[in-house]
Nanobody
Framework: VQLQASGGGLVQAGGSLRLSCAASGRTFSSYAMGWFRQAPGKEREFVAAISRSGGATYTADSVKGRFTISRDNAKNTVYLQMNSLEPEDTAVYYC????????????????????????WGQGTQVTVSS
């Protein structure tokens, strides 16, 4: 599976962006998906996760109520809708995929070591100006 993240950009505080992560291949629905972010000088941070069917999601407390993860398996795409953006949200955002053998729950995905994710996208830059 190859993942291609897009949709990043420069936005003012309070604005919105929608990130997309398009997957190649016919097995997208076999993977739970997650979004992470990494700010300069900081470790990669979990943002949100969604189950294979889309029926379960889990969002980090730092973005809960502002960010929403969703997926469209017919389009092989996972989304991250980001509202009420803050300068602290500035980071490179990455999508990642977890296969059936490692997946237990969307909440558990928040605590999985990043090297246990099966595939990663290349990242898209989000910059929020104050």
């Amino acid at each position: 599976v190859q993942l291609q993240a897009s949709g990043g950009g420069l936005v003012q505080a309070g604005g919105s962006l929608r990130l997309s992560c398009a997957a190649s291949g016919r097995t997208f629905s076999s993977y739970a998906m997650g979004w992470f972010r990494q700010a300069p000088g900081k470790e990669r941070e979990f943002v949100a996760a969604i189950s294979r069917s889309g029926g379960a999601t889990y969002t980090a407390d730092s973005v809960k109520g502002r960010f929403t993860i969703s997926r469209d398996n017919a389009k092989n795409t996972v989304y991250l809708q980001m509202n009420s953006l803050e300068p602290e949200d500035t980071a490179v955002y990455y999508c990642a995929a977890v296969g059936r053998t490692r997946f237990t729950s969307t909440q558990a995905m928040a605590f999985m070591p990043i090297n246990e994710y099966d595939y990663w996208g290349q990242g898209t830059q989000v910059t929020v100006s104050s």
